[in-house]
């Protein structure tokens, strides 16, 4: 996986899942299958995390692509929009946002 960087040219996406203990389980499951299956074999996809509260009430995942256009590309697929209408029926919502590394610390 990338190192996270001030340099870095890529576009960084944060998305956040509310969950209950409950529904985690699934979610990750449908998540790490998105990743493993459809996501990652994207143009212009980099690498990806995803993280779990200890408490199981939320989900992080952190995604790096190439450029803005790509990551918004997969979004539109059919696949991806079947995929996240299952997703959000796991959780309470979610939303992707894109940022910029601005400072990293080693």
Known sequence: MPT??????CQTVLTTFEVTPSTCQDLLEALT?????FIRH???FIAAAIHVNDA???IANYS???DRGDFQAMLRTPEMRERNRHIGTLCKG?????YDVVESFD
């Open 56 to 58: 199981q009430c939320r």
């Open 42 to 44: 994207q143009p212009g």
């Open 4 to 9: 996270i960087s001030k340099s870095s040219d």
């Open 94 to 98: 979610f939303e992707p946002v894109m």
């Open 64 to 66: 790096q692509w190439k």
């Open 33 to 37: 299958d998105a990743y493993e299956n």
